[in-house]
C-alpha cells in the first residue's frame, strides 16, 4: 500500500517570508499523481497545488509552487510571500489509478502557522 | 454550483443512538468520498461511491457503520449505535470522472461528538 509522510507536525514562518513543507511517499507504480490540500481553521479542505508524475516541470499556482523530485520520492510545498492567511494545516495526498482506483491517501499534516 | 453541501455541521449525541450524516454532492460529480479525520489517525478513507455504486467500503471499521447514495445527488452516512469512539469530522468529497486532474472537493465536514 502506498504510504504518504510529513515529517514536520509543525512549522512557522515570518509574513512575507517563504517556507518549504516536506512531504515523502512510497510507491512502486510510474505514473501517479500529487496534491497539496490546505485545511485552515474553518475545517474546509481546499486544493492547492497538483502535480502529474509524468510530467517533469514542477507545478506552479501563483505564490504556491512544488519541488518534485521523482527518484527520491519527494514532493515538497513552497509558499512564497507568506501571508496571514496562509496559516492551516497543509495535507500532501497521493493518488494512482493503477493501485489505488480513485482512491487518495493523506499524509499526517503539517500545521503551518505565519506570524506577524 | 454551491459545492459539496454537508449537515449537520456540527452533531453532539449521546452514546447508543443513531447518528446520520448527510451529504449532497456537486452535479455531475459521480464519484462520491466519505473521509474521517482524527487526531490519532488522521484522514481515513471509510468507503467512496461510483454512480451511486459503492466501489470501496474496506475502510469502514465495523458495522455500525453504513453509507448508502440512493441517488446522485444525495448520499448518507449512518452510524448506530454510536460510541465515544466515533468522535471525529466526518468529511464527505466528490469527483468528476477525470478524479485526479481534477482533485476531489470536500463538504465543510460534520464535527460528530459522542458524549
Known amino acids: 500500500a502506498q504510504t504518504v509522510t510529513q515529517s514536520q507536525p509543525e512549522m512557522s514562518v515570518q509574513e512575507a517570508e517563504t517556507v518549504t513543507l516536506s512531504c515523502t511517499y512510497d510507491?512502486?507504480?510510474?505514473?501517479?499523481?500529487l496534491f497539496w490540500y490546505k485545511q485552515p481553521p474553518s475545517r474546509q479542505m481546499i486544493l492547492v497545488i497538483r502535480q502529474e508524475a509524468y510530467k517533469q516541470q514542477n507545478a506552479t499556482e501563483n505564490r504556491f509552487s512544488v519541488n518534485f523530485q521523482k527518484a527520491a520520492k519527494s514532493f515538497s510545498l513552497k509558499i512564497s510571500d507568506s501571508q496571514l492567511g496562509d496559516t492551516a494545516m497543509y495535507f500532501c495526498a497521493f493518488g494512482s489509478l493503477e493501485t489505488s482506483g480513485s482512491r487518495l491517501t493523506f499524509g499526517e499534516g503539517t500545521q503551518l502557522t505565519v506570524n506577524p | 454550483d454551491a459545492g459539496v453541501i454537508q449537515s449537520p455541521r456540527h452533531e453532539v449525541t449521546e452514546m447508543g443512538q443513531e447518528v446520520t450524516l448527510r451529504c449532497k454532492p456537486i452535479s455531475g460529480h459521480d464519484y462520491l468520498f466519505w473521509y474521517r479525520q482524527t487526531m490519532m489517525r488522521g484522514l481515513e478513507l471509510l468507503i467512496y461511491f461510483n454512480n451511486n455504486v459503492p466501489i470501496d467500503d474496506s475502510g469502514m471499521p465495523e458495522d455500525r457503520f453504513s453509507a448508502k447514495m440512493p441517488n446522485a445527488s444525495f448520499s448518507t452516512l449512518k452510524i448506530q449505535p454510536s460510541e465515544p469512539r466515533d468522535s471525529a469530522v466526518y468529511f464527505c468529497a466528490s469527483s468528476s470522472p477525470d478524479i485526479f486532474s481534477d482533485g476531489y472537493t470536500f463538504g465543510s465536514g460534520t464535527r460528530l461528538t459522542v458524549v
Open positions: 510507491t512502486s507504480e510510474n505514473n501517479y499523481y
